[in-house]
């Protein structure tokens, strides 16, 4: 006698349904191209190549990345219907991205230092074109 699992056929359509449907969603939902180009050349050397597959495989990683954290820190909001730093931080460490976390909220800090005077005023740095400091670049 043969017994087919048949349960785990199903279970497993379903995983591929949902699997097939979230890889739709993401599609919808994408950083546009030349923001995701755009933030590739500025680490990379000037006369650096970047391919098309690249390029994609980055804007899929990134809009991912973006959606689960973004998932995760939902559940902080509770009644408020405003995605908050705090949440999103929240939501990096409880993922265990603690390490990304602290580089965001250094980075965020030294913008905001960056932003503002002293006194809290806008400074001369704010009003001027400056180009982030990525704190990609220092990893490594």
């Known amino acids: ?4 699992p048949t349960s785990g056929v199903n279970n497993m359509t379903n995983v591929n349904t949902g699997v097939d449907q979230l890889a739709q969603r993401l599609l919808e939902v994408q950083l546009p191209m030349a923001s995701v180009t755009r933030i590739m050349r500025g ?25 689960r954290i973004t998932k995760k820190a939902m ?15 929240w939501a990096m460490i409880n993922m265990g991205l ?6 965001l909220a250094q980075y965020l800090s030294r913008d905001f230092e960056m932003a503002t005077g002293n006194d809290g005023s806008p400074s001369e740095a704010s009003t001027s074109t400056v180009m982030p400091a990525y704190p990609f670049g220092q990893l490594g």
């Open 43 to 67: 680490i990379l050397p000037t006369n650096a190549k970047i391919n098309d597959e690249s390029k994609e495989s980055m804007q899929k990683l990134v809009s991912y990345y973006i959606n």
């Open 98 to 103: 603690t390490i990304h976390a602290g580089l």
């Open 1 to 4: 006698m043969d017994y087919a």
């Open 75 to 89: 559940e902080r909001m509770e009644r408020r219907k405003t995605v908050t730093t705090e949440d999103i931080l």
